[in-house]
């Protein structure tokens, strides 16, 4: 019996062949062009981090009276690969990785519950806790990073400056989050001239008391709401 030739029948039924080819042809370029496609496609990370600070507590009193009964309230969810904690002095972090089973659509409500657990016993965590502080935004991903340099401008106007593009940025289409990073705390510094203060007959205490009095009015009335005239 002859045993079939594939090379022969092409040859043979070129007219087939050739349509076959262009046919295919036209669904790959047409699957091409309606292909899904992301810059950056969503990927959902299917891990929380419970952060707790606690100054002034050591290593162990941080995993005893706070990194134990916030692992043992997320525990209660059920839905967790893994629970991982770190206690430190004054510091407490637990990892919630949740099931792998689980699907996209289904964080958002296991985050929810995850923050409910924790909330419920907010209360029963010792005085001077400062938290929990939850952090599950691991999936965004930043297209540009633009800096901003100025020479001859002062740290103030920059930041002005900086919170305005921020605004503008975050009113474009397609734009998700616009972050600043590399902000610095203002502060204030006074310095005081020991041999002035021993002419006026003041200390360096007193003065002290009396700067963080004035600034405490200042902000006070800042805060205060005025009535606008017209």
């Known amino acids: 019996?002859?045993?079939?030739?594939?090379?022969?029948?092409?040859?043979?039924?070129?007219?087939?062949?050739?349509?076959?080819?262009i046919l295919l042809g036209i669904?790959?370029?047409?699957?091409?062009?309606?292909?899904?496609?992301?810059?950056d496609p969503p990927f959902t990370f299917k891990a929380m981090v419970v952060r707790t600070v606690w100054p002034g507590a050591t290593a162990d009193e941080v995993a005893q009276q706070v990194t134990e009964r916030i692992e043992k309230a997320v525990m209660t969810t059920g839905n967790y690969e893994y629970i991982r904690s770190y206690s430190r002095p004054g510091e407490s972090q637990v990892i919630?990785?949740?099931?792998?089973?689980?699907?996209?659509?289904?964080?958002?409500?296991?985050?929810?519950?995850?923050?409910?657990?924790?909330?419920?016993?907010?209360?029963t965590l010792p005085a001077g806790v400062v938290g929990p502080f939850f952090n599950d935004e691991f999936g965004d991903t930043f297209g540009n990073i633009y800096a901003l340099?100025?020479?001859?401008?002062?740290?103030?106007?920059?930041?002005?400056?900086?919170?305005?593009?921020?605004?503008?940025?975050?009113?474009?289409?397609?734009?998700?989050?616009?972050?600043?990073?590399?902000?610095?705390?203002?502060?204030?510094?006074?310095?005081?001239?020991?041999?002035?203060?021993?002419?006026?007959?003041?200390?360096a205490a007193g003065a002290g008391r009396a700067e963080r009095g004035d600034a405490g009015r200042i902000l006070r009335d800042r805060q205060r709401p005025r009535a606008a005239a017209g």
């Open 1 to 21: 019996m002859r045993r079939f030739n594939l090379s022969e029948w092409a040859l043979t039924n070129r007219s087939l062949v050739l349509f076959a080819m």
């Open 27 to 39: 669904i790959g370029a047409w699957s091409y062009r309606h292909l899904g496609q992301s810059e």
């Open 96 to 123: 919630f990785a949740a099931r792998d089973s689980l699907r996209s659509r289904d964080m958002p409500q296991l985050w929810y519950q995850v923050r409910k657990k924790v909330g419920d016993i907010r209360a």
């Open 149 to 203: 340099t100025g020479e001859g401008f002062d740290y103030a106007v920059m930041k002005d400056y900086a919170d305005r593009i921020q605004l503008e940025l975050q009113r474009v289409d397609d734009v998700g989050k616009v972050e600043l990073v590399g902000l610095q705390d203002e502060k204030v510094w006074i310095e005081l001239s020991n041999t002035k203060l021993a002419t006026l007959g003041c200390r």
